[in-house]
């Protein structure tokens, strides 16, 4: 290799990197999601379209940007499509970002610019379709791409004032990172990821900086103004929002939001699990974004692609440490916090899939889904490195096939011919890997099952019902499908998580009864006359309702009462949630249908002690004023309860779209939601089970077919052993929760 070059003086690639770009928001756009997804992506979008506050901290600067994508006259494109292409585009700034990074870095390495350019498009092309950075630039499923593009820009301008310290440009580039750091942070805490290696970096090349006053002074009110966006939070909250999450509207409220109090995060020296096993989990993720769709025959493969890209990264860190030691202190620290740093402070229990593959040992603590986002700016700058590897093998193959003598300054040193490097450039095929196999994976083109399964859901209830829900993934994408779509808006989702604060009680009561729209609405709602409820489902003040306890510790049985319902509730402590469903079925009930969503499992049975007044209708169950009688159309199922049959085949026959939308889909990467697509499956499994006891084997064997067809699309298929008969063995009926998971994460939702 040539030694270091001393010149500097070089143009960056400004055009080179936005034609990466360009090719990498292609190919985010080719497998872009035209709707929603499960977990934050409803919220996300929902809060961005009614410009209002998810969860803390609120993320203003995401909504702010969001809202102007949500509104942007793209045609006929969703709200939804339209967020997504935000997420695409801010990954596609990042992977130019890094493409004048990787070419920096090479100035001094290679001669030809074509070389550098080569390598600069190897980074971008990496980093931009490992599994996670993909799969999170095609929906906007978190608000981390948006940091991923800041982080980013960051870097690249650490990296230019690096280069000369004392230019003229140097004041106004820290100014400029200084205010980016604080504009990063209104989007995310993740936005000052890069202040650790800033700092690292000038006291390297410039410690003197630190005794600046006067710059430094300028820097801080840069790294204020840059957190303004959050003004617009307590502005914003007192027009009540539909989507307005912790109520930012005084001063305590604001603070309690902007440190994220309720999520009540343990101390960094109470380890919630070993950091050996946090460093395995993080391994698991490096492992996904090179190979991410692994079945029975893969894993091997994706561990050997996985220890390539770690030696690759890791010899890239070498070489750049070697041939560029003015940018590396930015660059290696940086890396060193989004990765050992990044893990111990974010002290995570084992990993999901982790557990999975332990066995899902009762006596470890797991998170409730895969945590890899949070790697989302490590996995992308990885691409870096990783290309400096690639370049530093090409540069060795490429010897091998004849080399010149050449003068570098003083030194006459040994380089590649301009053959010999084209000779061996086959070698850069590699940079194209997780390109050919995330494709499947990552893409979200046509995906539609999580708009289809609110649809579903909502249809579910009858006229002005209240629908009691559990959690992220069967209460966000109902936000989405009533805020943004429009759909079913007269039904109140109440979702047991949040019923445990006082702002969401509140807002409950505040939330207007919107018309129901019979045309709209399902066939089997015609033809007869749904009365609209006047005033809130709790007939209190929202000052009455703060005084509600947050916890009543019932030690004996009590008896709750409504009408001819009689419900025993065992012993327990009663959360301020359970108080707030049984005061609304005290104050509102028969006045409007009350339903619990499926995927609130055994909720109304084991907390509240309704199980025997509950009908199957469709994805819920409805609250009867008696304990439901079997005849022709009420039937008892083993693990379901009474299943509404008309009803349920109606919806399933004319209004459902979720079974159809995940056949096309035709995967289910996320395993931690896999309930969701698991109560299509059962309920298939249970109509085929009905048909068949009606003699009508035509519709049974079309029905297990279907239920076969979703069990192939969502790796449920091991539940079916095709050989027994007949079909309604299929699938075992003993779990009463008609989808075995409560959707709940505590990452998003309030401690209890």
Known sequence: MPPKSTDLDYRPSYLAAAIASLVIFCIYLATLAPSTAMWDTSEYISAAYVLGIPHPPGNPLFVLIGRVFAILPLGHLSVAMKVNILAALTSAVAAGMWFLITERILVGWLTERWQRLAGAALAALIGATEFTVWNQSVVNEKVYTVSLMGLAIISWLTVRWSDDPDGPMADRLLVMIAYLLGLGYANHMMGFLAGPAVVVAVAVRRPVTFLRWKLIAISIGALLLGMTPFLTQPIRAAHYPPINEGEPTTWSAFLYNFNRGQYGKPDLLDRQAPFAGQLGMFWLYFKWQWLRDVKD???????????????????????????????????????????????????????????????????????????????????????????????????????????????????VVEVPRRTSWLASSWILAFAFVPLFTNWKAASRAGQTDTYAFAHDLLDSVEPYGILITAGDNDTFPLWYAQEVEGVRKDVLVLCTSLLNTDWYVRQLIRRPVFPYDAAKGPAVYRGREWPMPKGPPLHMTTVQADSIPEVEDLRQPMLFKKGSIEATIKPQPLQKADIVVLMMIRDDYPNRPFYFSRTAGSYPQEVLGLGQYLLMQGLARKLLPDTPSPGKDTVLLQGEGFVDVPRTRELWYHDFLGPAAVIKRGMWVDKASVGIPYIYLTTAVDLSDLALQRGDTVESRKLLDTAHALGDATDLSRLFNTQVAPPATAVPLGNDTGGGVKMSDSGTHPKK
């Open 297 to 411: 025959m893969y894993p091997r493969a994706q561990s050997i692609l996985a220890m390539i890209y770690m030696i690759l990264g890791l010899m890239g860190g070498y070489v750049h440490w070697r041939r560029d030691r003015k940018s590396f202190w930015y660059f290696g620290t940086f890396m060193l916090t989004l990765t050992i740093v990044l893990i111990y402070y974010l002290n995570f229990k084992y990993g999901h899939s982790q557990c999975l593959l332990m066995g899902n040992p009762s006596d470890v603590a797991c998170e409730v889904r895969d945590r890899d986002y949070f790697f989302i700016v490590a996995f992308s700058a990885w691409g870096v490195w990783a290309a400096l590897g690639l370049v530093y093998i090409w540069e060795g193959v490429a010897s091998l096939f004849g080399s010149d003598e050449v003068k570098v300054g003083r030194e």
